[in-house]
């Protein structure tokens, strides 16, 4: 089983608004990822977690803050976001370590900022 | 710099014919390299990974060519159901690192 979901599907919030988006794995996976995708555009990185530590943070906006609580959850919590944050974000995980180990991706979340 | 750099196409290709997709990428400390497909309005999907010495899984063949910093995807007999976007993608260092994506290139199988 290689699935990752993802919660909710569709997100509208507005400027002021503070939400969460959640991410959930339970194969093991020890690495675990968010990444943004704009229409037309492919991913881009936005952090990765390492056994639940926050490993890489590609200078994303503090906007966004990103929370591992376990293993198997990654929650990303919104606030105060402008409309071109507006999106498709991903979250994806792999066994982490060396070594050829592919991510797989949930659905998605799309988010649009009004 | 970290690039990585697909033909975005479109590519028209007739139902039953082969397609070849050639990606380059700009460093050669790259680790890993992977194939993805993404339909529209879906998540990247894993096609697949792409070993040194080459593989293939079905009607589908990826090459690597480190000396050269080019992966290709071959893609025989094709069908309507492999009308996506390719996405060439490589991990540059370690194993938790995240991966980057090239732009993609879009095929479109005619009946």
């Known amino acids: 089983d290689t699935e990752v979901t993802q919660t909710p599907k569709h997100l509208v919030m507005g400027m002021t608004n503070k939400k969460s988006l959640k991410c959930e794995q339970h194969?093991?996976?020890?690495?675990m990822y968010w990444y943004k995708q704009k229409a037309k555009k492919p991913p881009e990185l936005m952090f990765v977690?390492?056994?639940?530590?926050?490993?890489i943070n590609e200078s994303v906006p503090s906007r966004f803050s990103p929370e591992c609580p376990n293993s198997s959850l990654l929650n990303l919590h919104l606030h105060a976001l402008q409309p071109e944050d507006s999106a498709l974000y991903l979250c994806?995980?792999?066994?982490?370590?060396?070594?050829?180990?592919?991510?797989?991706f949930g659905p998605g979340t799309r988010l649009t900022v009004t | 710099r970290k690039e990585v750099e697909q033909d975005p196409g479109p590519f028209n290709v007739p139902e039953g014919a082969t397609v070849a997709f050639n990606c380059t990428y700009s460093?050669?400390?790259?680790?890993?390299f992977f194939w993805y497909r993404q339909d529209c309005r879906k998540e990247p999907k894993l096609l697949m990974s792409?070993?040194?010495s080459g593989n293939e899984d079905g009607r589908f063949t990826a090459q690597l060519n480190r000396a050269s910093q080019y992966i290709s995807l071959l893609i025989r007999d094709s069908k309507l159901s492999d009308s996506a976007t390719y996405l060439c993608?490589?991990?540059?260092?370690?194993?938790?690192?995240?991966?980057?994506f090239g732009k993609g290139t879009h095929l479109i199988i005619q009946p």
């Open positions: 994806a995980s792999s066994l982490g370590g060396q070594g050829i180990y592919e991510q797989y």
């Open positions: 194969m093991g996976h020890r690495a």
């Open positions: 977690y390492s056994y639940e530590k926050l490993s």
């Open positions: 460093n050669s400390a790259s680790q890993s």
């Open positions: 792409v070993y040194s």
């Open positions: 993608v490589v991990r540059w260092r370690g194993g938790a690192d995240g991966l980057t």
